[in-house]
């Protein structure tokens, strides 16, 4: 997945260097971040929360700082790993321009994603990863700043992504429950076969009234079974 932008903020170039290093700064923008702390003065180790779809997980993960060039530069690469979600990997080219009293900073990403993530579709990723972005720079902006963010991606998925969301969830749906049924399906197989053997061997001593009794017996068995399977 390859993503860019730029984002117009109004603030001197120092400032918005010192905030992209500040860890408090960073947790309060970054979207469904739990902690964020700096180990050093080029690394940092993140837990973040964020649902992609149908597909929710908590992310715990290091960024490192390369190619430092303050004010003007410097390259950000990061490994999450999400348990049984996946795992998402990447690095950002982030630059700092001048424009009078303001600073236009503008990036450029390449991530990769793997596991379960990855089964959501290349659409719905990107659509979720650039809302992300633009919640970012929207708070961002308002903290180093002091205004509305001026450039920000609508907070609503589009109907083609959002559709797509609803059909990954209900084929999980749909997967889970036949599985159910399945379970169901081998456990009144097992009962039955138990009863069959235990009539059967009945049948075989001749007891309770011999055969004709006992036939009646796995009738009466067999619609027990079938309302406790149901």
């Known amino acids: 997945m390859d993503m860019s932008g730029s984002h117009r903020i109004p603030a001197a170039r120092e ?8 860890p408090d700064i960073l947790k309060a923008c970054i979207p469904g971040c739990e902690s964020l702390e700096k180990t050093s003065e080029t690394e940092m180790t993140a837990a973040v929360t964020t649902k992609i779809g149908p597909v929710k ?4 993960g290091a960024v490192t700082l390369e190619n430092i060039n303050p004010p003007e530069s410097y390259t950000i690469v990061g490994e ?7 795992f998402a990997k ?8 001048e424009d009078g009293d303001e600073t236009v900073l503008t990036y450029e990403a390449k991530a990769q994603v793997g596991g379960k993530l990855a089964q959501l579709g290349s659409r719905l990723i990107d659509s979720t990863a650039k809302k992300m972005a633009g919640d970012f720079f929207t708070k961002f902006t308002e ?8 450039e920000t991606v609508d907070a609503d998925l ?9 059909r990954i969830a209900i084929e999980e749906t749909a997967g889970e429950v ?3 049924i399945e379970d169901a399906e081998h456990a009144v197989e097992d009962r039955l076969h138990k009863a069959e053997e235990s009539v059967e061997a009945a049948a075989g001593r001749n007891a309770y009234g011999g ?12 619609i027990v079974v079938l309302a406790l399977a149901s």
């Open 90 to 97: 990447g690095s950002a080219d982030v630059s700092l321009a």
């Open 158 to 166: 589009d109907p083609g992504v959002a559709e797509e969301a609803k």
């Open 57 to 60: 997980a908590k992310f715990k």
């Open 143 to 150: 903290l180093v700043g002091g205004a509305e963010g001026t």
């Open 80 to 86: 999450g790993k999400g348990g049984v979600a996946g």
């Open 211 to 222: 055969p004709m009794v006992w036939g009646l017996v796995i009738l009466g068995a067999l």
């Open 15 to 22: 400032k918005v260097w010192e905030a992209l290093n500040d």
């Open 178 to 180: 036949m599985h159910a």
